[in-house]
């Protein structure tokens, strides 16, 4: 069988695994539309996919009929329409993925918006002026916690050791769940908007969180805060962070997740003040790649062998 692995940015992946079993090709290129890419991966009977950078809707399975196999990274993709491969027979897996790495993103915007490092190294750099901002304490400042899962508890910790009063909200956070990760239950969205210096989204994107930091939410929001988005983009509405940070109602943002990746050329949130953005990094790490692309391949020899693993749903 041949191996499409799509989305490798970096032309990295295939010098993480071993893939001497299949005739694996790696398209680090972005497909234009779906006609580009069906004429590319049409005779590939396994694909690898890299998050939800490529789609696959229904109407890509049915233009794929040679397609068996399709693996993502990570154990769960919004992208894959999970009904229509299976309507075709294309079996899905998934790989395991460390939390890790973007609980350390999440704290790198953080830093980043708090001391100004872009603007400063900028100036050092390019010959600017020396010391031109003045930076923000986070010890004793409030740090949000928009979700309280895995990530946002090592999130949590970090806020802890800088000396941040830690704050949290979620839909299905408990009094008991914050009480044990040593945060403060905020008692509603609203509140935790209007506490916090800093304010990280932590939550799944699904119908209850889509557009859940609105206008009323952003509104609330000191002027002086930042607004920190590692999760999902469509868990902010985009056209209310845009005009908030536009007439400066907060104080900036620091972005790895948008609507639309990548980010238009003449997209304002280049370009806006206040706003740190980052090209969607939050997983890619070294040890994360290996970890995708050895599961990956695992995932293929399972395959050919008769007993998949990682099914998506099943782990």
């Known amino acids: 069988m041949r191996c499409a692995v799509l989305d490798d940015y970096q032309n990295v992946a295939l010098t993480m695994a071993d893939w001497s079993r299949v005739g694996a090709r790696s398209f680090p290129e972005r497909f ?3 006609d580009a890419l069906v004429e590319a991966i049409g005779d590939y009977e396994i694909v690898v996919i ?3 950078r490529t789609p696959f809707p229904r109407s890509l399975f049915e233009r794929l009929p ?3 196999l399709l693996i993502t990274s990570g154990g769960r993709n919004a992208s894959i329409d999970l009904a229509a491969a299976a309507e075709h027979g294309v079996t899905v897996c998934g790989t395991g993925s460390s939390l890790t790495p973007p609980a350390e993103l999440t704290w790198a915007l953080i830093l980043g918006l708090a ?19 003045v930076g923000v304490d986070l010890n004793g400042g409030v740090l949000g916690l928009l979700g309280l899962g895995r990530i946002g508890t090592q999130v949590a910790r970090v ?10 909200w979620s839909q299905n956070l408990t009094a008991e769940r914050a009480e044990a990760a040593g945060v403060r239950l905020a008692g509603s ?7 916090s210096d800093f304010l ?5 994107l699904g119908e209850r969180t889509r557009g859940l930091v609105g206008p009323a939410e952003l509104a609330s929001m000191k002027p002086t805060a930042y607004l920190v988005n590692t999760a999902r983009a469509a868990i902010v509405d985009q056209d209310a962070l845009v005009e908030a940070l536009r007439e400066r109602r907060i104080a900036g943002a620091g972005l790895d997740v948008f609507e639309t990746e990548p980010l238009p050329a003449d997209h304002p949130l280049r370009t806006l003040p206040g706003v740190l953005a980052t090209p969607h990094l939050g997983y890619v790490t070294e040890e994360n790649y290996r970890t995708y692309f050895r599961e990956a391949v695992e995932d293929i020899d399972a395959f050919l062998d008769g007993a998949p693993v990682r099914v998506l749903g099943t782990f």
């Open 32 to 34: 234009p539309d779906q």
């Open 50 to 52: 890299m998050r939800e």
């Open 66 to 68: 040679k397609l068996q």
């Open 115 to 133: 001391r100004r490092i872009v603007p400063e190294a900028t100036a050092v750099r390019t010959g600017g002026p020396w010391q031109s901002t």
């Open 159 to 168: 806020g802890q050791a800088f000396g941040m009063d830690v704050l949290a």
């Open 189 to 195: 969205l609203r509140e935790l908007c209007a506490a």
């Open 200 to 204: 990280s989204i932590h939550v799944v």
